[in-house]
T-cell receptor, first 111, second 114 residues
Framework: KNEVEQSPQNLTAQEGEFITINCSYS?????LHWLQQHPGGGIVSLFM???GKKKHGRLIATINIQEKHSSLHITASHPRDSAVYIC?????????????FGQGTRLTINP | DSGVTQTPKHLITATGQRVTLRCSPR?????VYWYQQSLDQGLQFLIQ???????AKGNILERFSAQQFPDLHSELNLSSLELGDSALYFC?????????????FGPGTRLTVT
């Protein structure tokens, strides 16, 4: 079993729809990143959170440490949101940080 | 633009060869992380350096090595290259090594081994 499970693997939606991507992990973590990777390959860190909820523009990330679950929401989705979204829990091992990665959710927003 | 730079952007080489990938962290960041993204394995953590010292090791092959120099730039050396080493290699940097510090990713180096 993978340490990190994301769902769905692929998601196609119409512009304006509310999007939810889920991430479950099986290990204790110190924090969790949500990353965005565009077709060109570059990676942008959208959020790093260790509890509760964070909001940036139309993006919202939540985490429940006890349930080992995080969600990324996109409100009023737009074609420019089309990208791969990757959940990356951060493990703390002997004082050092290590990111583990989900397989990613490929999101396509059609106009 | 994250402020992290990587060179080269693309690299094509043959099996058995050795290459060096370079990463310059954001100004002021002491910690550098290397990641590999391949089609079959996805993203994987390779290694972390903090202020010149190795801090954490992930799934890094023995054929691969890295170092961080006094000016804080880092190099990832890949030797005896195999077809399966073809991947995107990212570095990221953070101010320090603790859990509260954000990581900023570079644009990546795309390595193709033929």
């Amino acid at each position: 079993k993978n340490e990190v499970e994301q769902s769905p693997q692929n998601l196609t939606a119409q512009e304006g729809e509310f999007i939810t991507i889920n991430c479950s992990y099986s290990v204790g973590i110190s924090a969790l990143h949500w990353l965005q990777q565009h077709p060109g390959g570059g990676i942008v860190s959208l959020f790093m959170l260790s509890s509760g909820k964070k909001k940036h523009g139309r993006l919202i990330a939540t985490i429940n440490i006890q349930e080992k679950h995080s969600s990324l929401h996109i409100t009023a989705s737009h074609p420019r949101d089309s990208a791969v979204y990757i959940c990356a829990p951060r493990l703390l091992i002997q004082g050092a940080q290590k990111l583990v990665f989900g397989q990613g959710t490929r999101l396509t927003i059609n106009p | 633009d994250s402020g992290v730079t990587q060179t080269p952007k693309h690299l094509i080489t043959a099996t058995g060869q050795r290459v060096t990938l370079r990463c310059s962290p954001r100004s002021g960041d002491l910690s550098v992380y290397w990641y590999q993204q391949s089609l079959d394995q996805g993203l994987q953590f390779l290694i972390q350096y903090y202020n010149g010292e190795e801090r954490a090791k992930g799934n890094i092959l023995e054929r691969f090595s890295a170092q961080q120099f006094p000016d804080l730039h880092s190099e990832l050396n890949l030797s005896s290259l195999e077809l399966g080493d073809s991947a995107l290699y990212f570095c990221a940097s953070s101010v320090a090594s603790g859990q509260q510090y954000e990581q900023y990713f570079g644009p990546g180096t795309r390595l193709t081994v033929t």
